[in-house]
């Protein structure tokens, strides 16, 4: 009886094995189709990719979505902008007081982090929610609309004979930051950023003054009394005086922009094109890669895509390309060090020249027909070239001993640079050699690397994901943390308990945080 019972029971466990494998079946074949459409199936037309989310946006097609293709030339897209934007009349900000908004922050994170049901902003820190002041006009649309209007008149040159226009061109990193925040939710494809409407709902603030279009085409009088206009509107809000500026977004990407106010506003998030330790154009204290972002220049050359690359790799005979001004101040000196020792060298060509028209088509030919491209320290230690030659193909050759790079916590720019001491570089022949010893292989897989990583470099309307924009705003979430640290440890401690560190105790601009914010 015993065995008999035995005999059953192992029967129905034969049958309820292969029962829940039918059923498992089943549920497969239902659920197959929507599996084969989500982000976490592999793609075998796509490229492979350890983020997920990188994998997503690379098969993402705003035209699919009704948005359109992206405009990545800036004055169009400004026309384009200009001709469908509604300016505020008034710019008035500031609705709360100071200490009702610090209240009504602290209770909207209260109930993100110990309520039952808004848990959202607590479990996605990578979505970063910002507030977009909105400014008189003469701040934004008026210069805008200044420059629209006269940069085909715009004939007058800097000091080292640089177009105005296109040096606002390249440092134009502002308008396009503040376009897409500014653009209706149906025409952005950004996830890693929202606007929101209500101050009291910011992570962040973005402050929309046109810094480097102010400084190159207004008088020098009005542009000063400008940027002082634009420090009080600023500073008097509640939103700053409550955080101090800290959670306050600043553009100031050229380094001659916004110079006689920094001071009073050293504190918010700077965008900058480096961080000139040399102490030149920052003050010494004034930033620092804890608390400020470094942004790429927009580049001044067109765009060569996978068709271009691919079709220039037979041209590419020169070994190494150079066309720029060889004298410069500053870390930019080791410019004509570098002429001296490459001249006259075996497949090296050195150029005078500025970024005219003319120029501009020189350098696009030269450096699509060239293997390496130098990119030395101008004035200061970036320059609008690397990103020229990372658009074109071209592996960059950095120079720039103290040099920060844009994205470097996301990207590793090892695989599309080579990196050069500035002592090694100024020894006559070493330089060529070097250049002449790398592998081949290493140059095609690095030429690969480069047409793919350019896409991070190339701003647009709308924004792309994985574009320059994009990565800004998952650069500044990694900040966040440390914003709000700074900012509610400056609230609550008491003045005469501690002799406080300033910014201004430091002796330059480094790379790691100075002792207190």
């Known amino acids: 009886m015993r065995h008999s019972r035995l005999g059953i029971g192992f029967q129905m466990k034969k049958f309820l094995f292969f029962l829940g494998i039918a059923t498992i079946s089943s549920i497969c074949l239902f659920f197959i189709p ?22 997503a946006a690379r098969s993402y097609d705003p035209i699919d979505h009704g948005i359109g293709a992206p405009g990545y030339s800036f004055v169009p897209s400004l026309e384009k902008f200009l001709a469908s934007a509604h300016p505020s009349v008034n710019g008035e900000e500031g609705k709360l007081g100071e200490e009702a908004l610090d209240d009504d922050m602290w209770a909207r994170d209260s109930r993100s982090l110990f309520g039952k049901t808004d848990l959202e902003h607590w479990s996605a820190l990578s979505v970063v ?9 003469k701040f934004t649309y008026d210069l805008l609309k200044l420059f629209l209007t006269s940069y085909k008149e715009t004939e007058n040159l800097t000091s080292n004979g640089s177009p105005v226009h296109r040096l606002i061109e390249q ?4 308008y396009w930051l503040w376009a897409d925040l500014i653009s209706p939710p149906s025409k952005r494809l950004l996830k890693s950023v929202v606007r929101v409407h209500r ?4 992570d962040l603030f973005y402050i929309p003054f046109f810094t480097t279009i102010s ?8 542009c000063k009394s400008l940027y002082r206009e634009a420090s009080e509107w600023i500073t008097n809000q509640a939103a700053w005086k409550r955080s101090g500026g800290r ?17 009073h506003m050293k504190k918010a998030i700077w965008l900058l094109p480096d961080m000139d330790s040399t102490g030149n154009w920052y003050k010494p204290g004034q930033v620092w890669l804890e ?13 060569c895509n996978a068709d271009c690359q691919l079709d220039s790799q037979s041209r590419r005979t020169t070994l190494l390309f150079f066309r720029g001004r060889l004298k410069r101040n500053a870390g930019g000196k080791i410019r004509s060090v570098l002429g001296n020792v490459l001249s006259g060298a075996e497949g090296v060509v050195i150029e005078e020249g500025s970024t005219g028209e003319t120029g501009r088509a020189a350098s696009q030919t030269g450096m699509r027909r060239s293997v390496f491209c130098l990119s030395p320290a101008g004035d200061t230690p970036s ?14 050759v950095i120079v720039s001993d103290e040099l920060e790079l844009p994205f470097e916590g996301i990207l590793d720019y090892r695989k599309i640079a080579l990196f050069v001491s500035s002592g090694d570089a100024t020894k006559p022949g070493w330089l060529v050699s070097f250049l002449k010893g790398v592998d081949q292989a290493k140059v095609k897989e690095m030429q690969v690397n480069l047409a793919q990583f350019s896409r991070h470099f190339r701003f647009s309307s709308p924004a792309q994901p994985l574009g320059p924009e994009d990565l800004a705003w998952r650069m500044i979430a990694g900040k966040l943390v440390n914003i709000k640290l700074h900012m509610r440890r400056s609230q609550r401690v008491v003045r005469e308990s501690r002799s406080l560190c300033t910014c201004d105790c430091r002796q330059g601009n480094y790379t790691e945080p100075p002792a207190a914010l």
């Open 34 to 55: 929507f599996l084969s459409s989500s982000r976490c199936s592999p793609d075998l037309n796509q490229e492979k990719s350890s983020d997920s989310q990188f994998s």
């Open 129 to 137: 929610r910002v507030y977009v002041y909105e400014m008189p006009s």
């Open 171 to 174: 440092h134009s990193v502002d």
């Open 199 to 202: 101050q009291e709902d910011a």
């Open 215 to 222: 400084y190159f085409l207004l008088e020098r009088q009005q």
């Open 247 to 263: 959670d306050h977004i600043l553009p100031v990407h050229h380094p001659w922009s916004f110079k006689s106010v920094r001071r």
């Open 291 to 303: 608390k400020d972002l470094i942004l790429p220049y927009v580049p001044n050359v067109e765009f």
């Open 383 to 396: 320059s609008a070239r690397l990103f020229d030659a990372i658009v074109s193909g071209c592996i960059p």
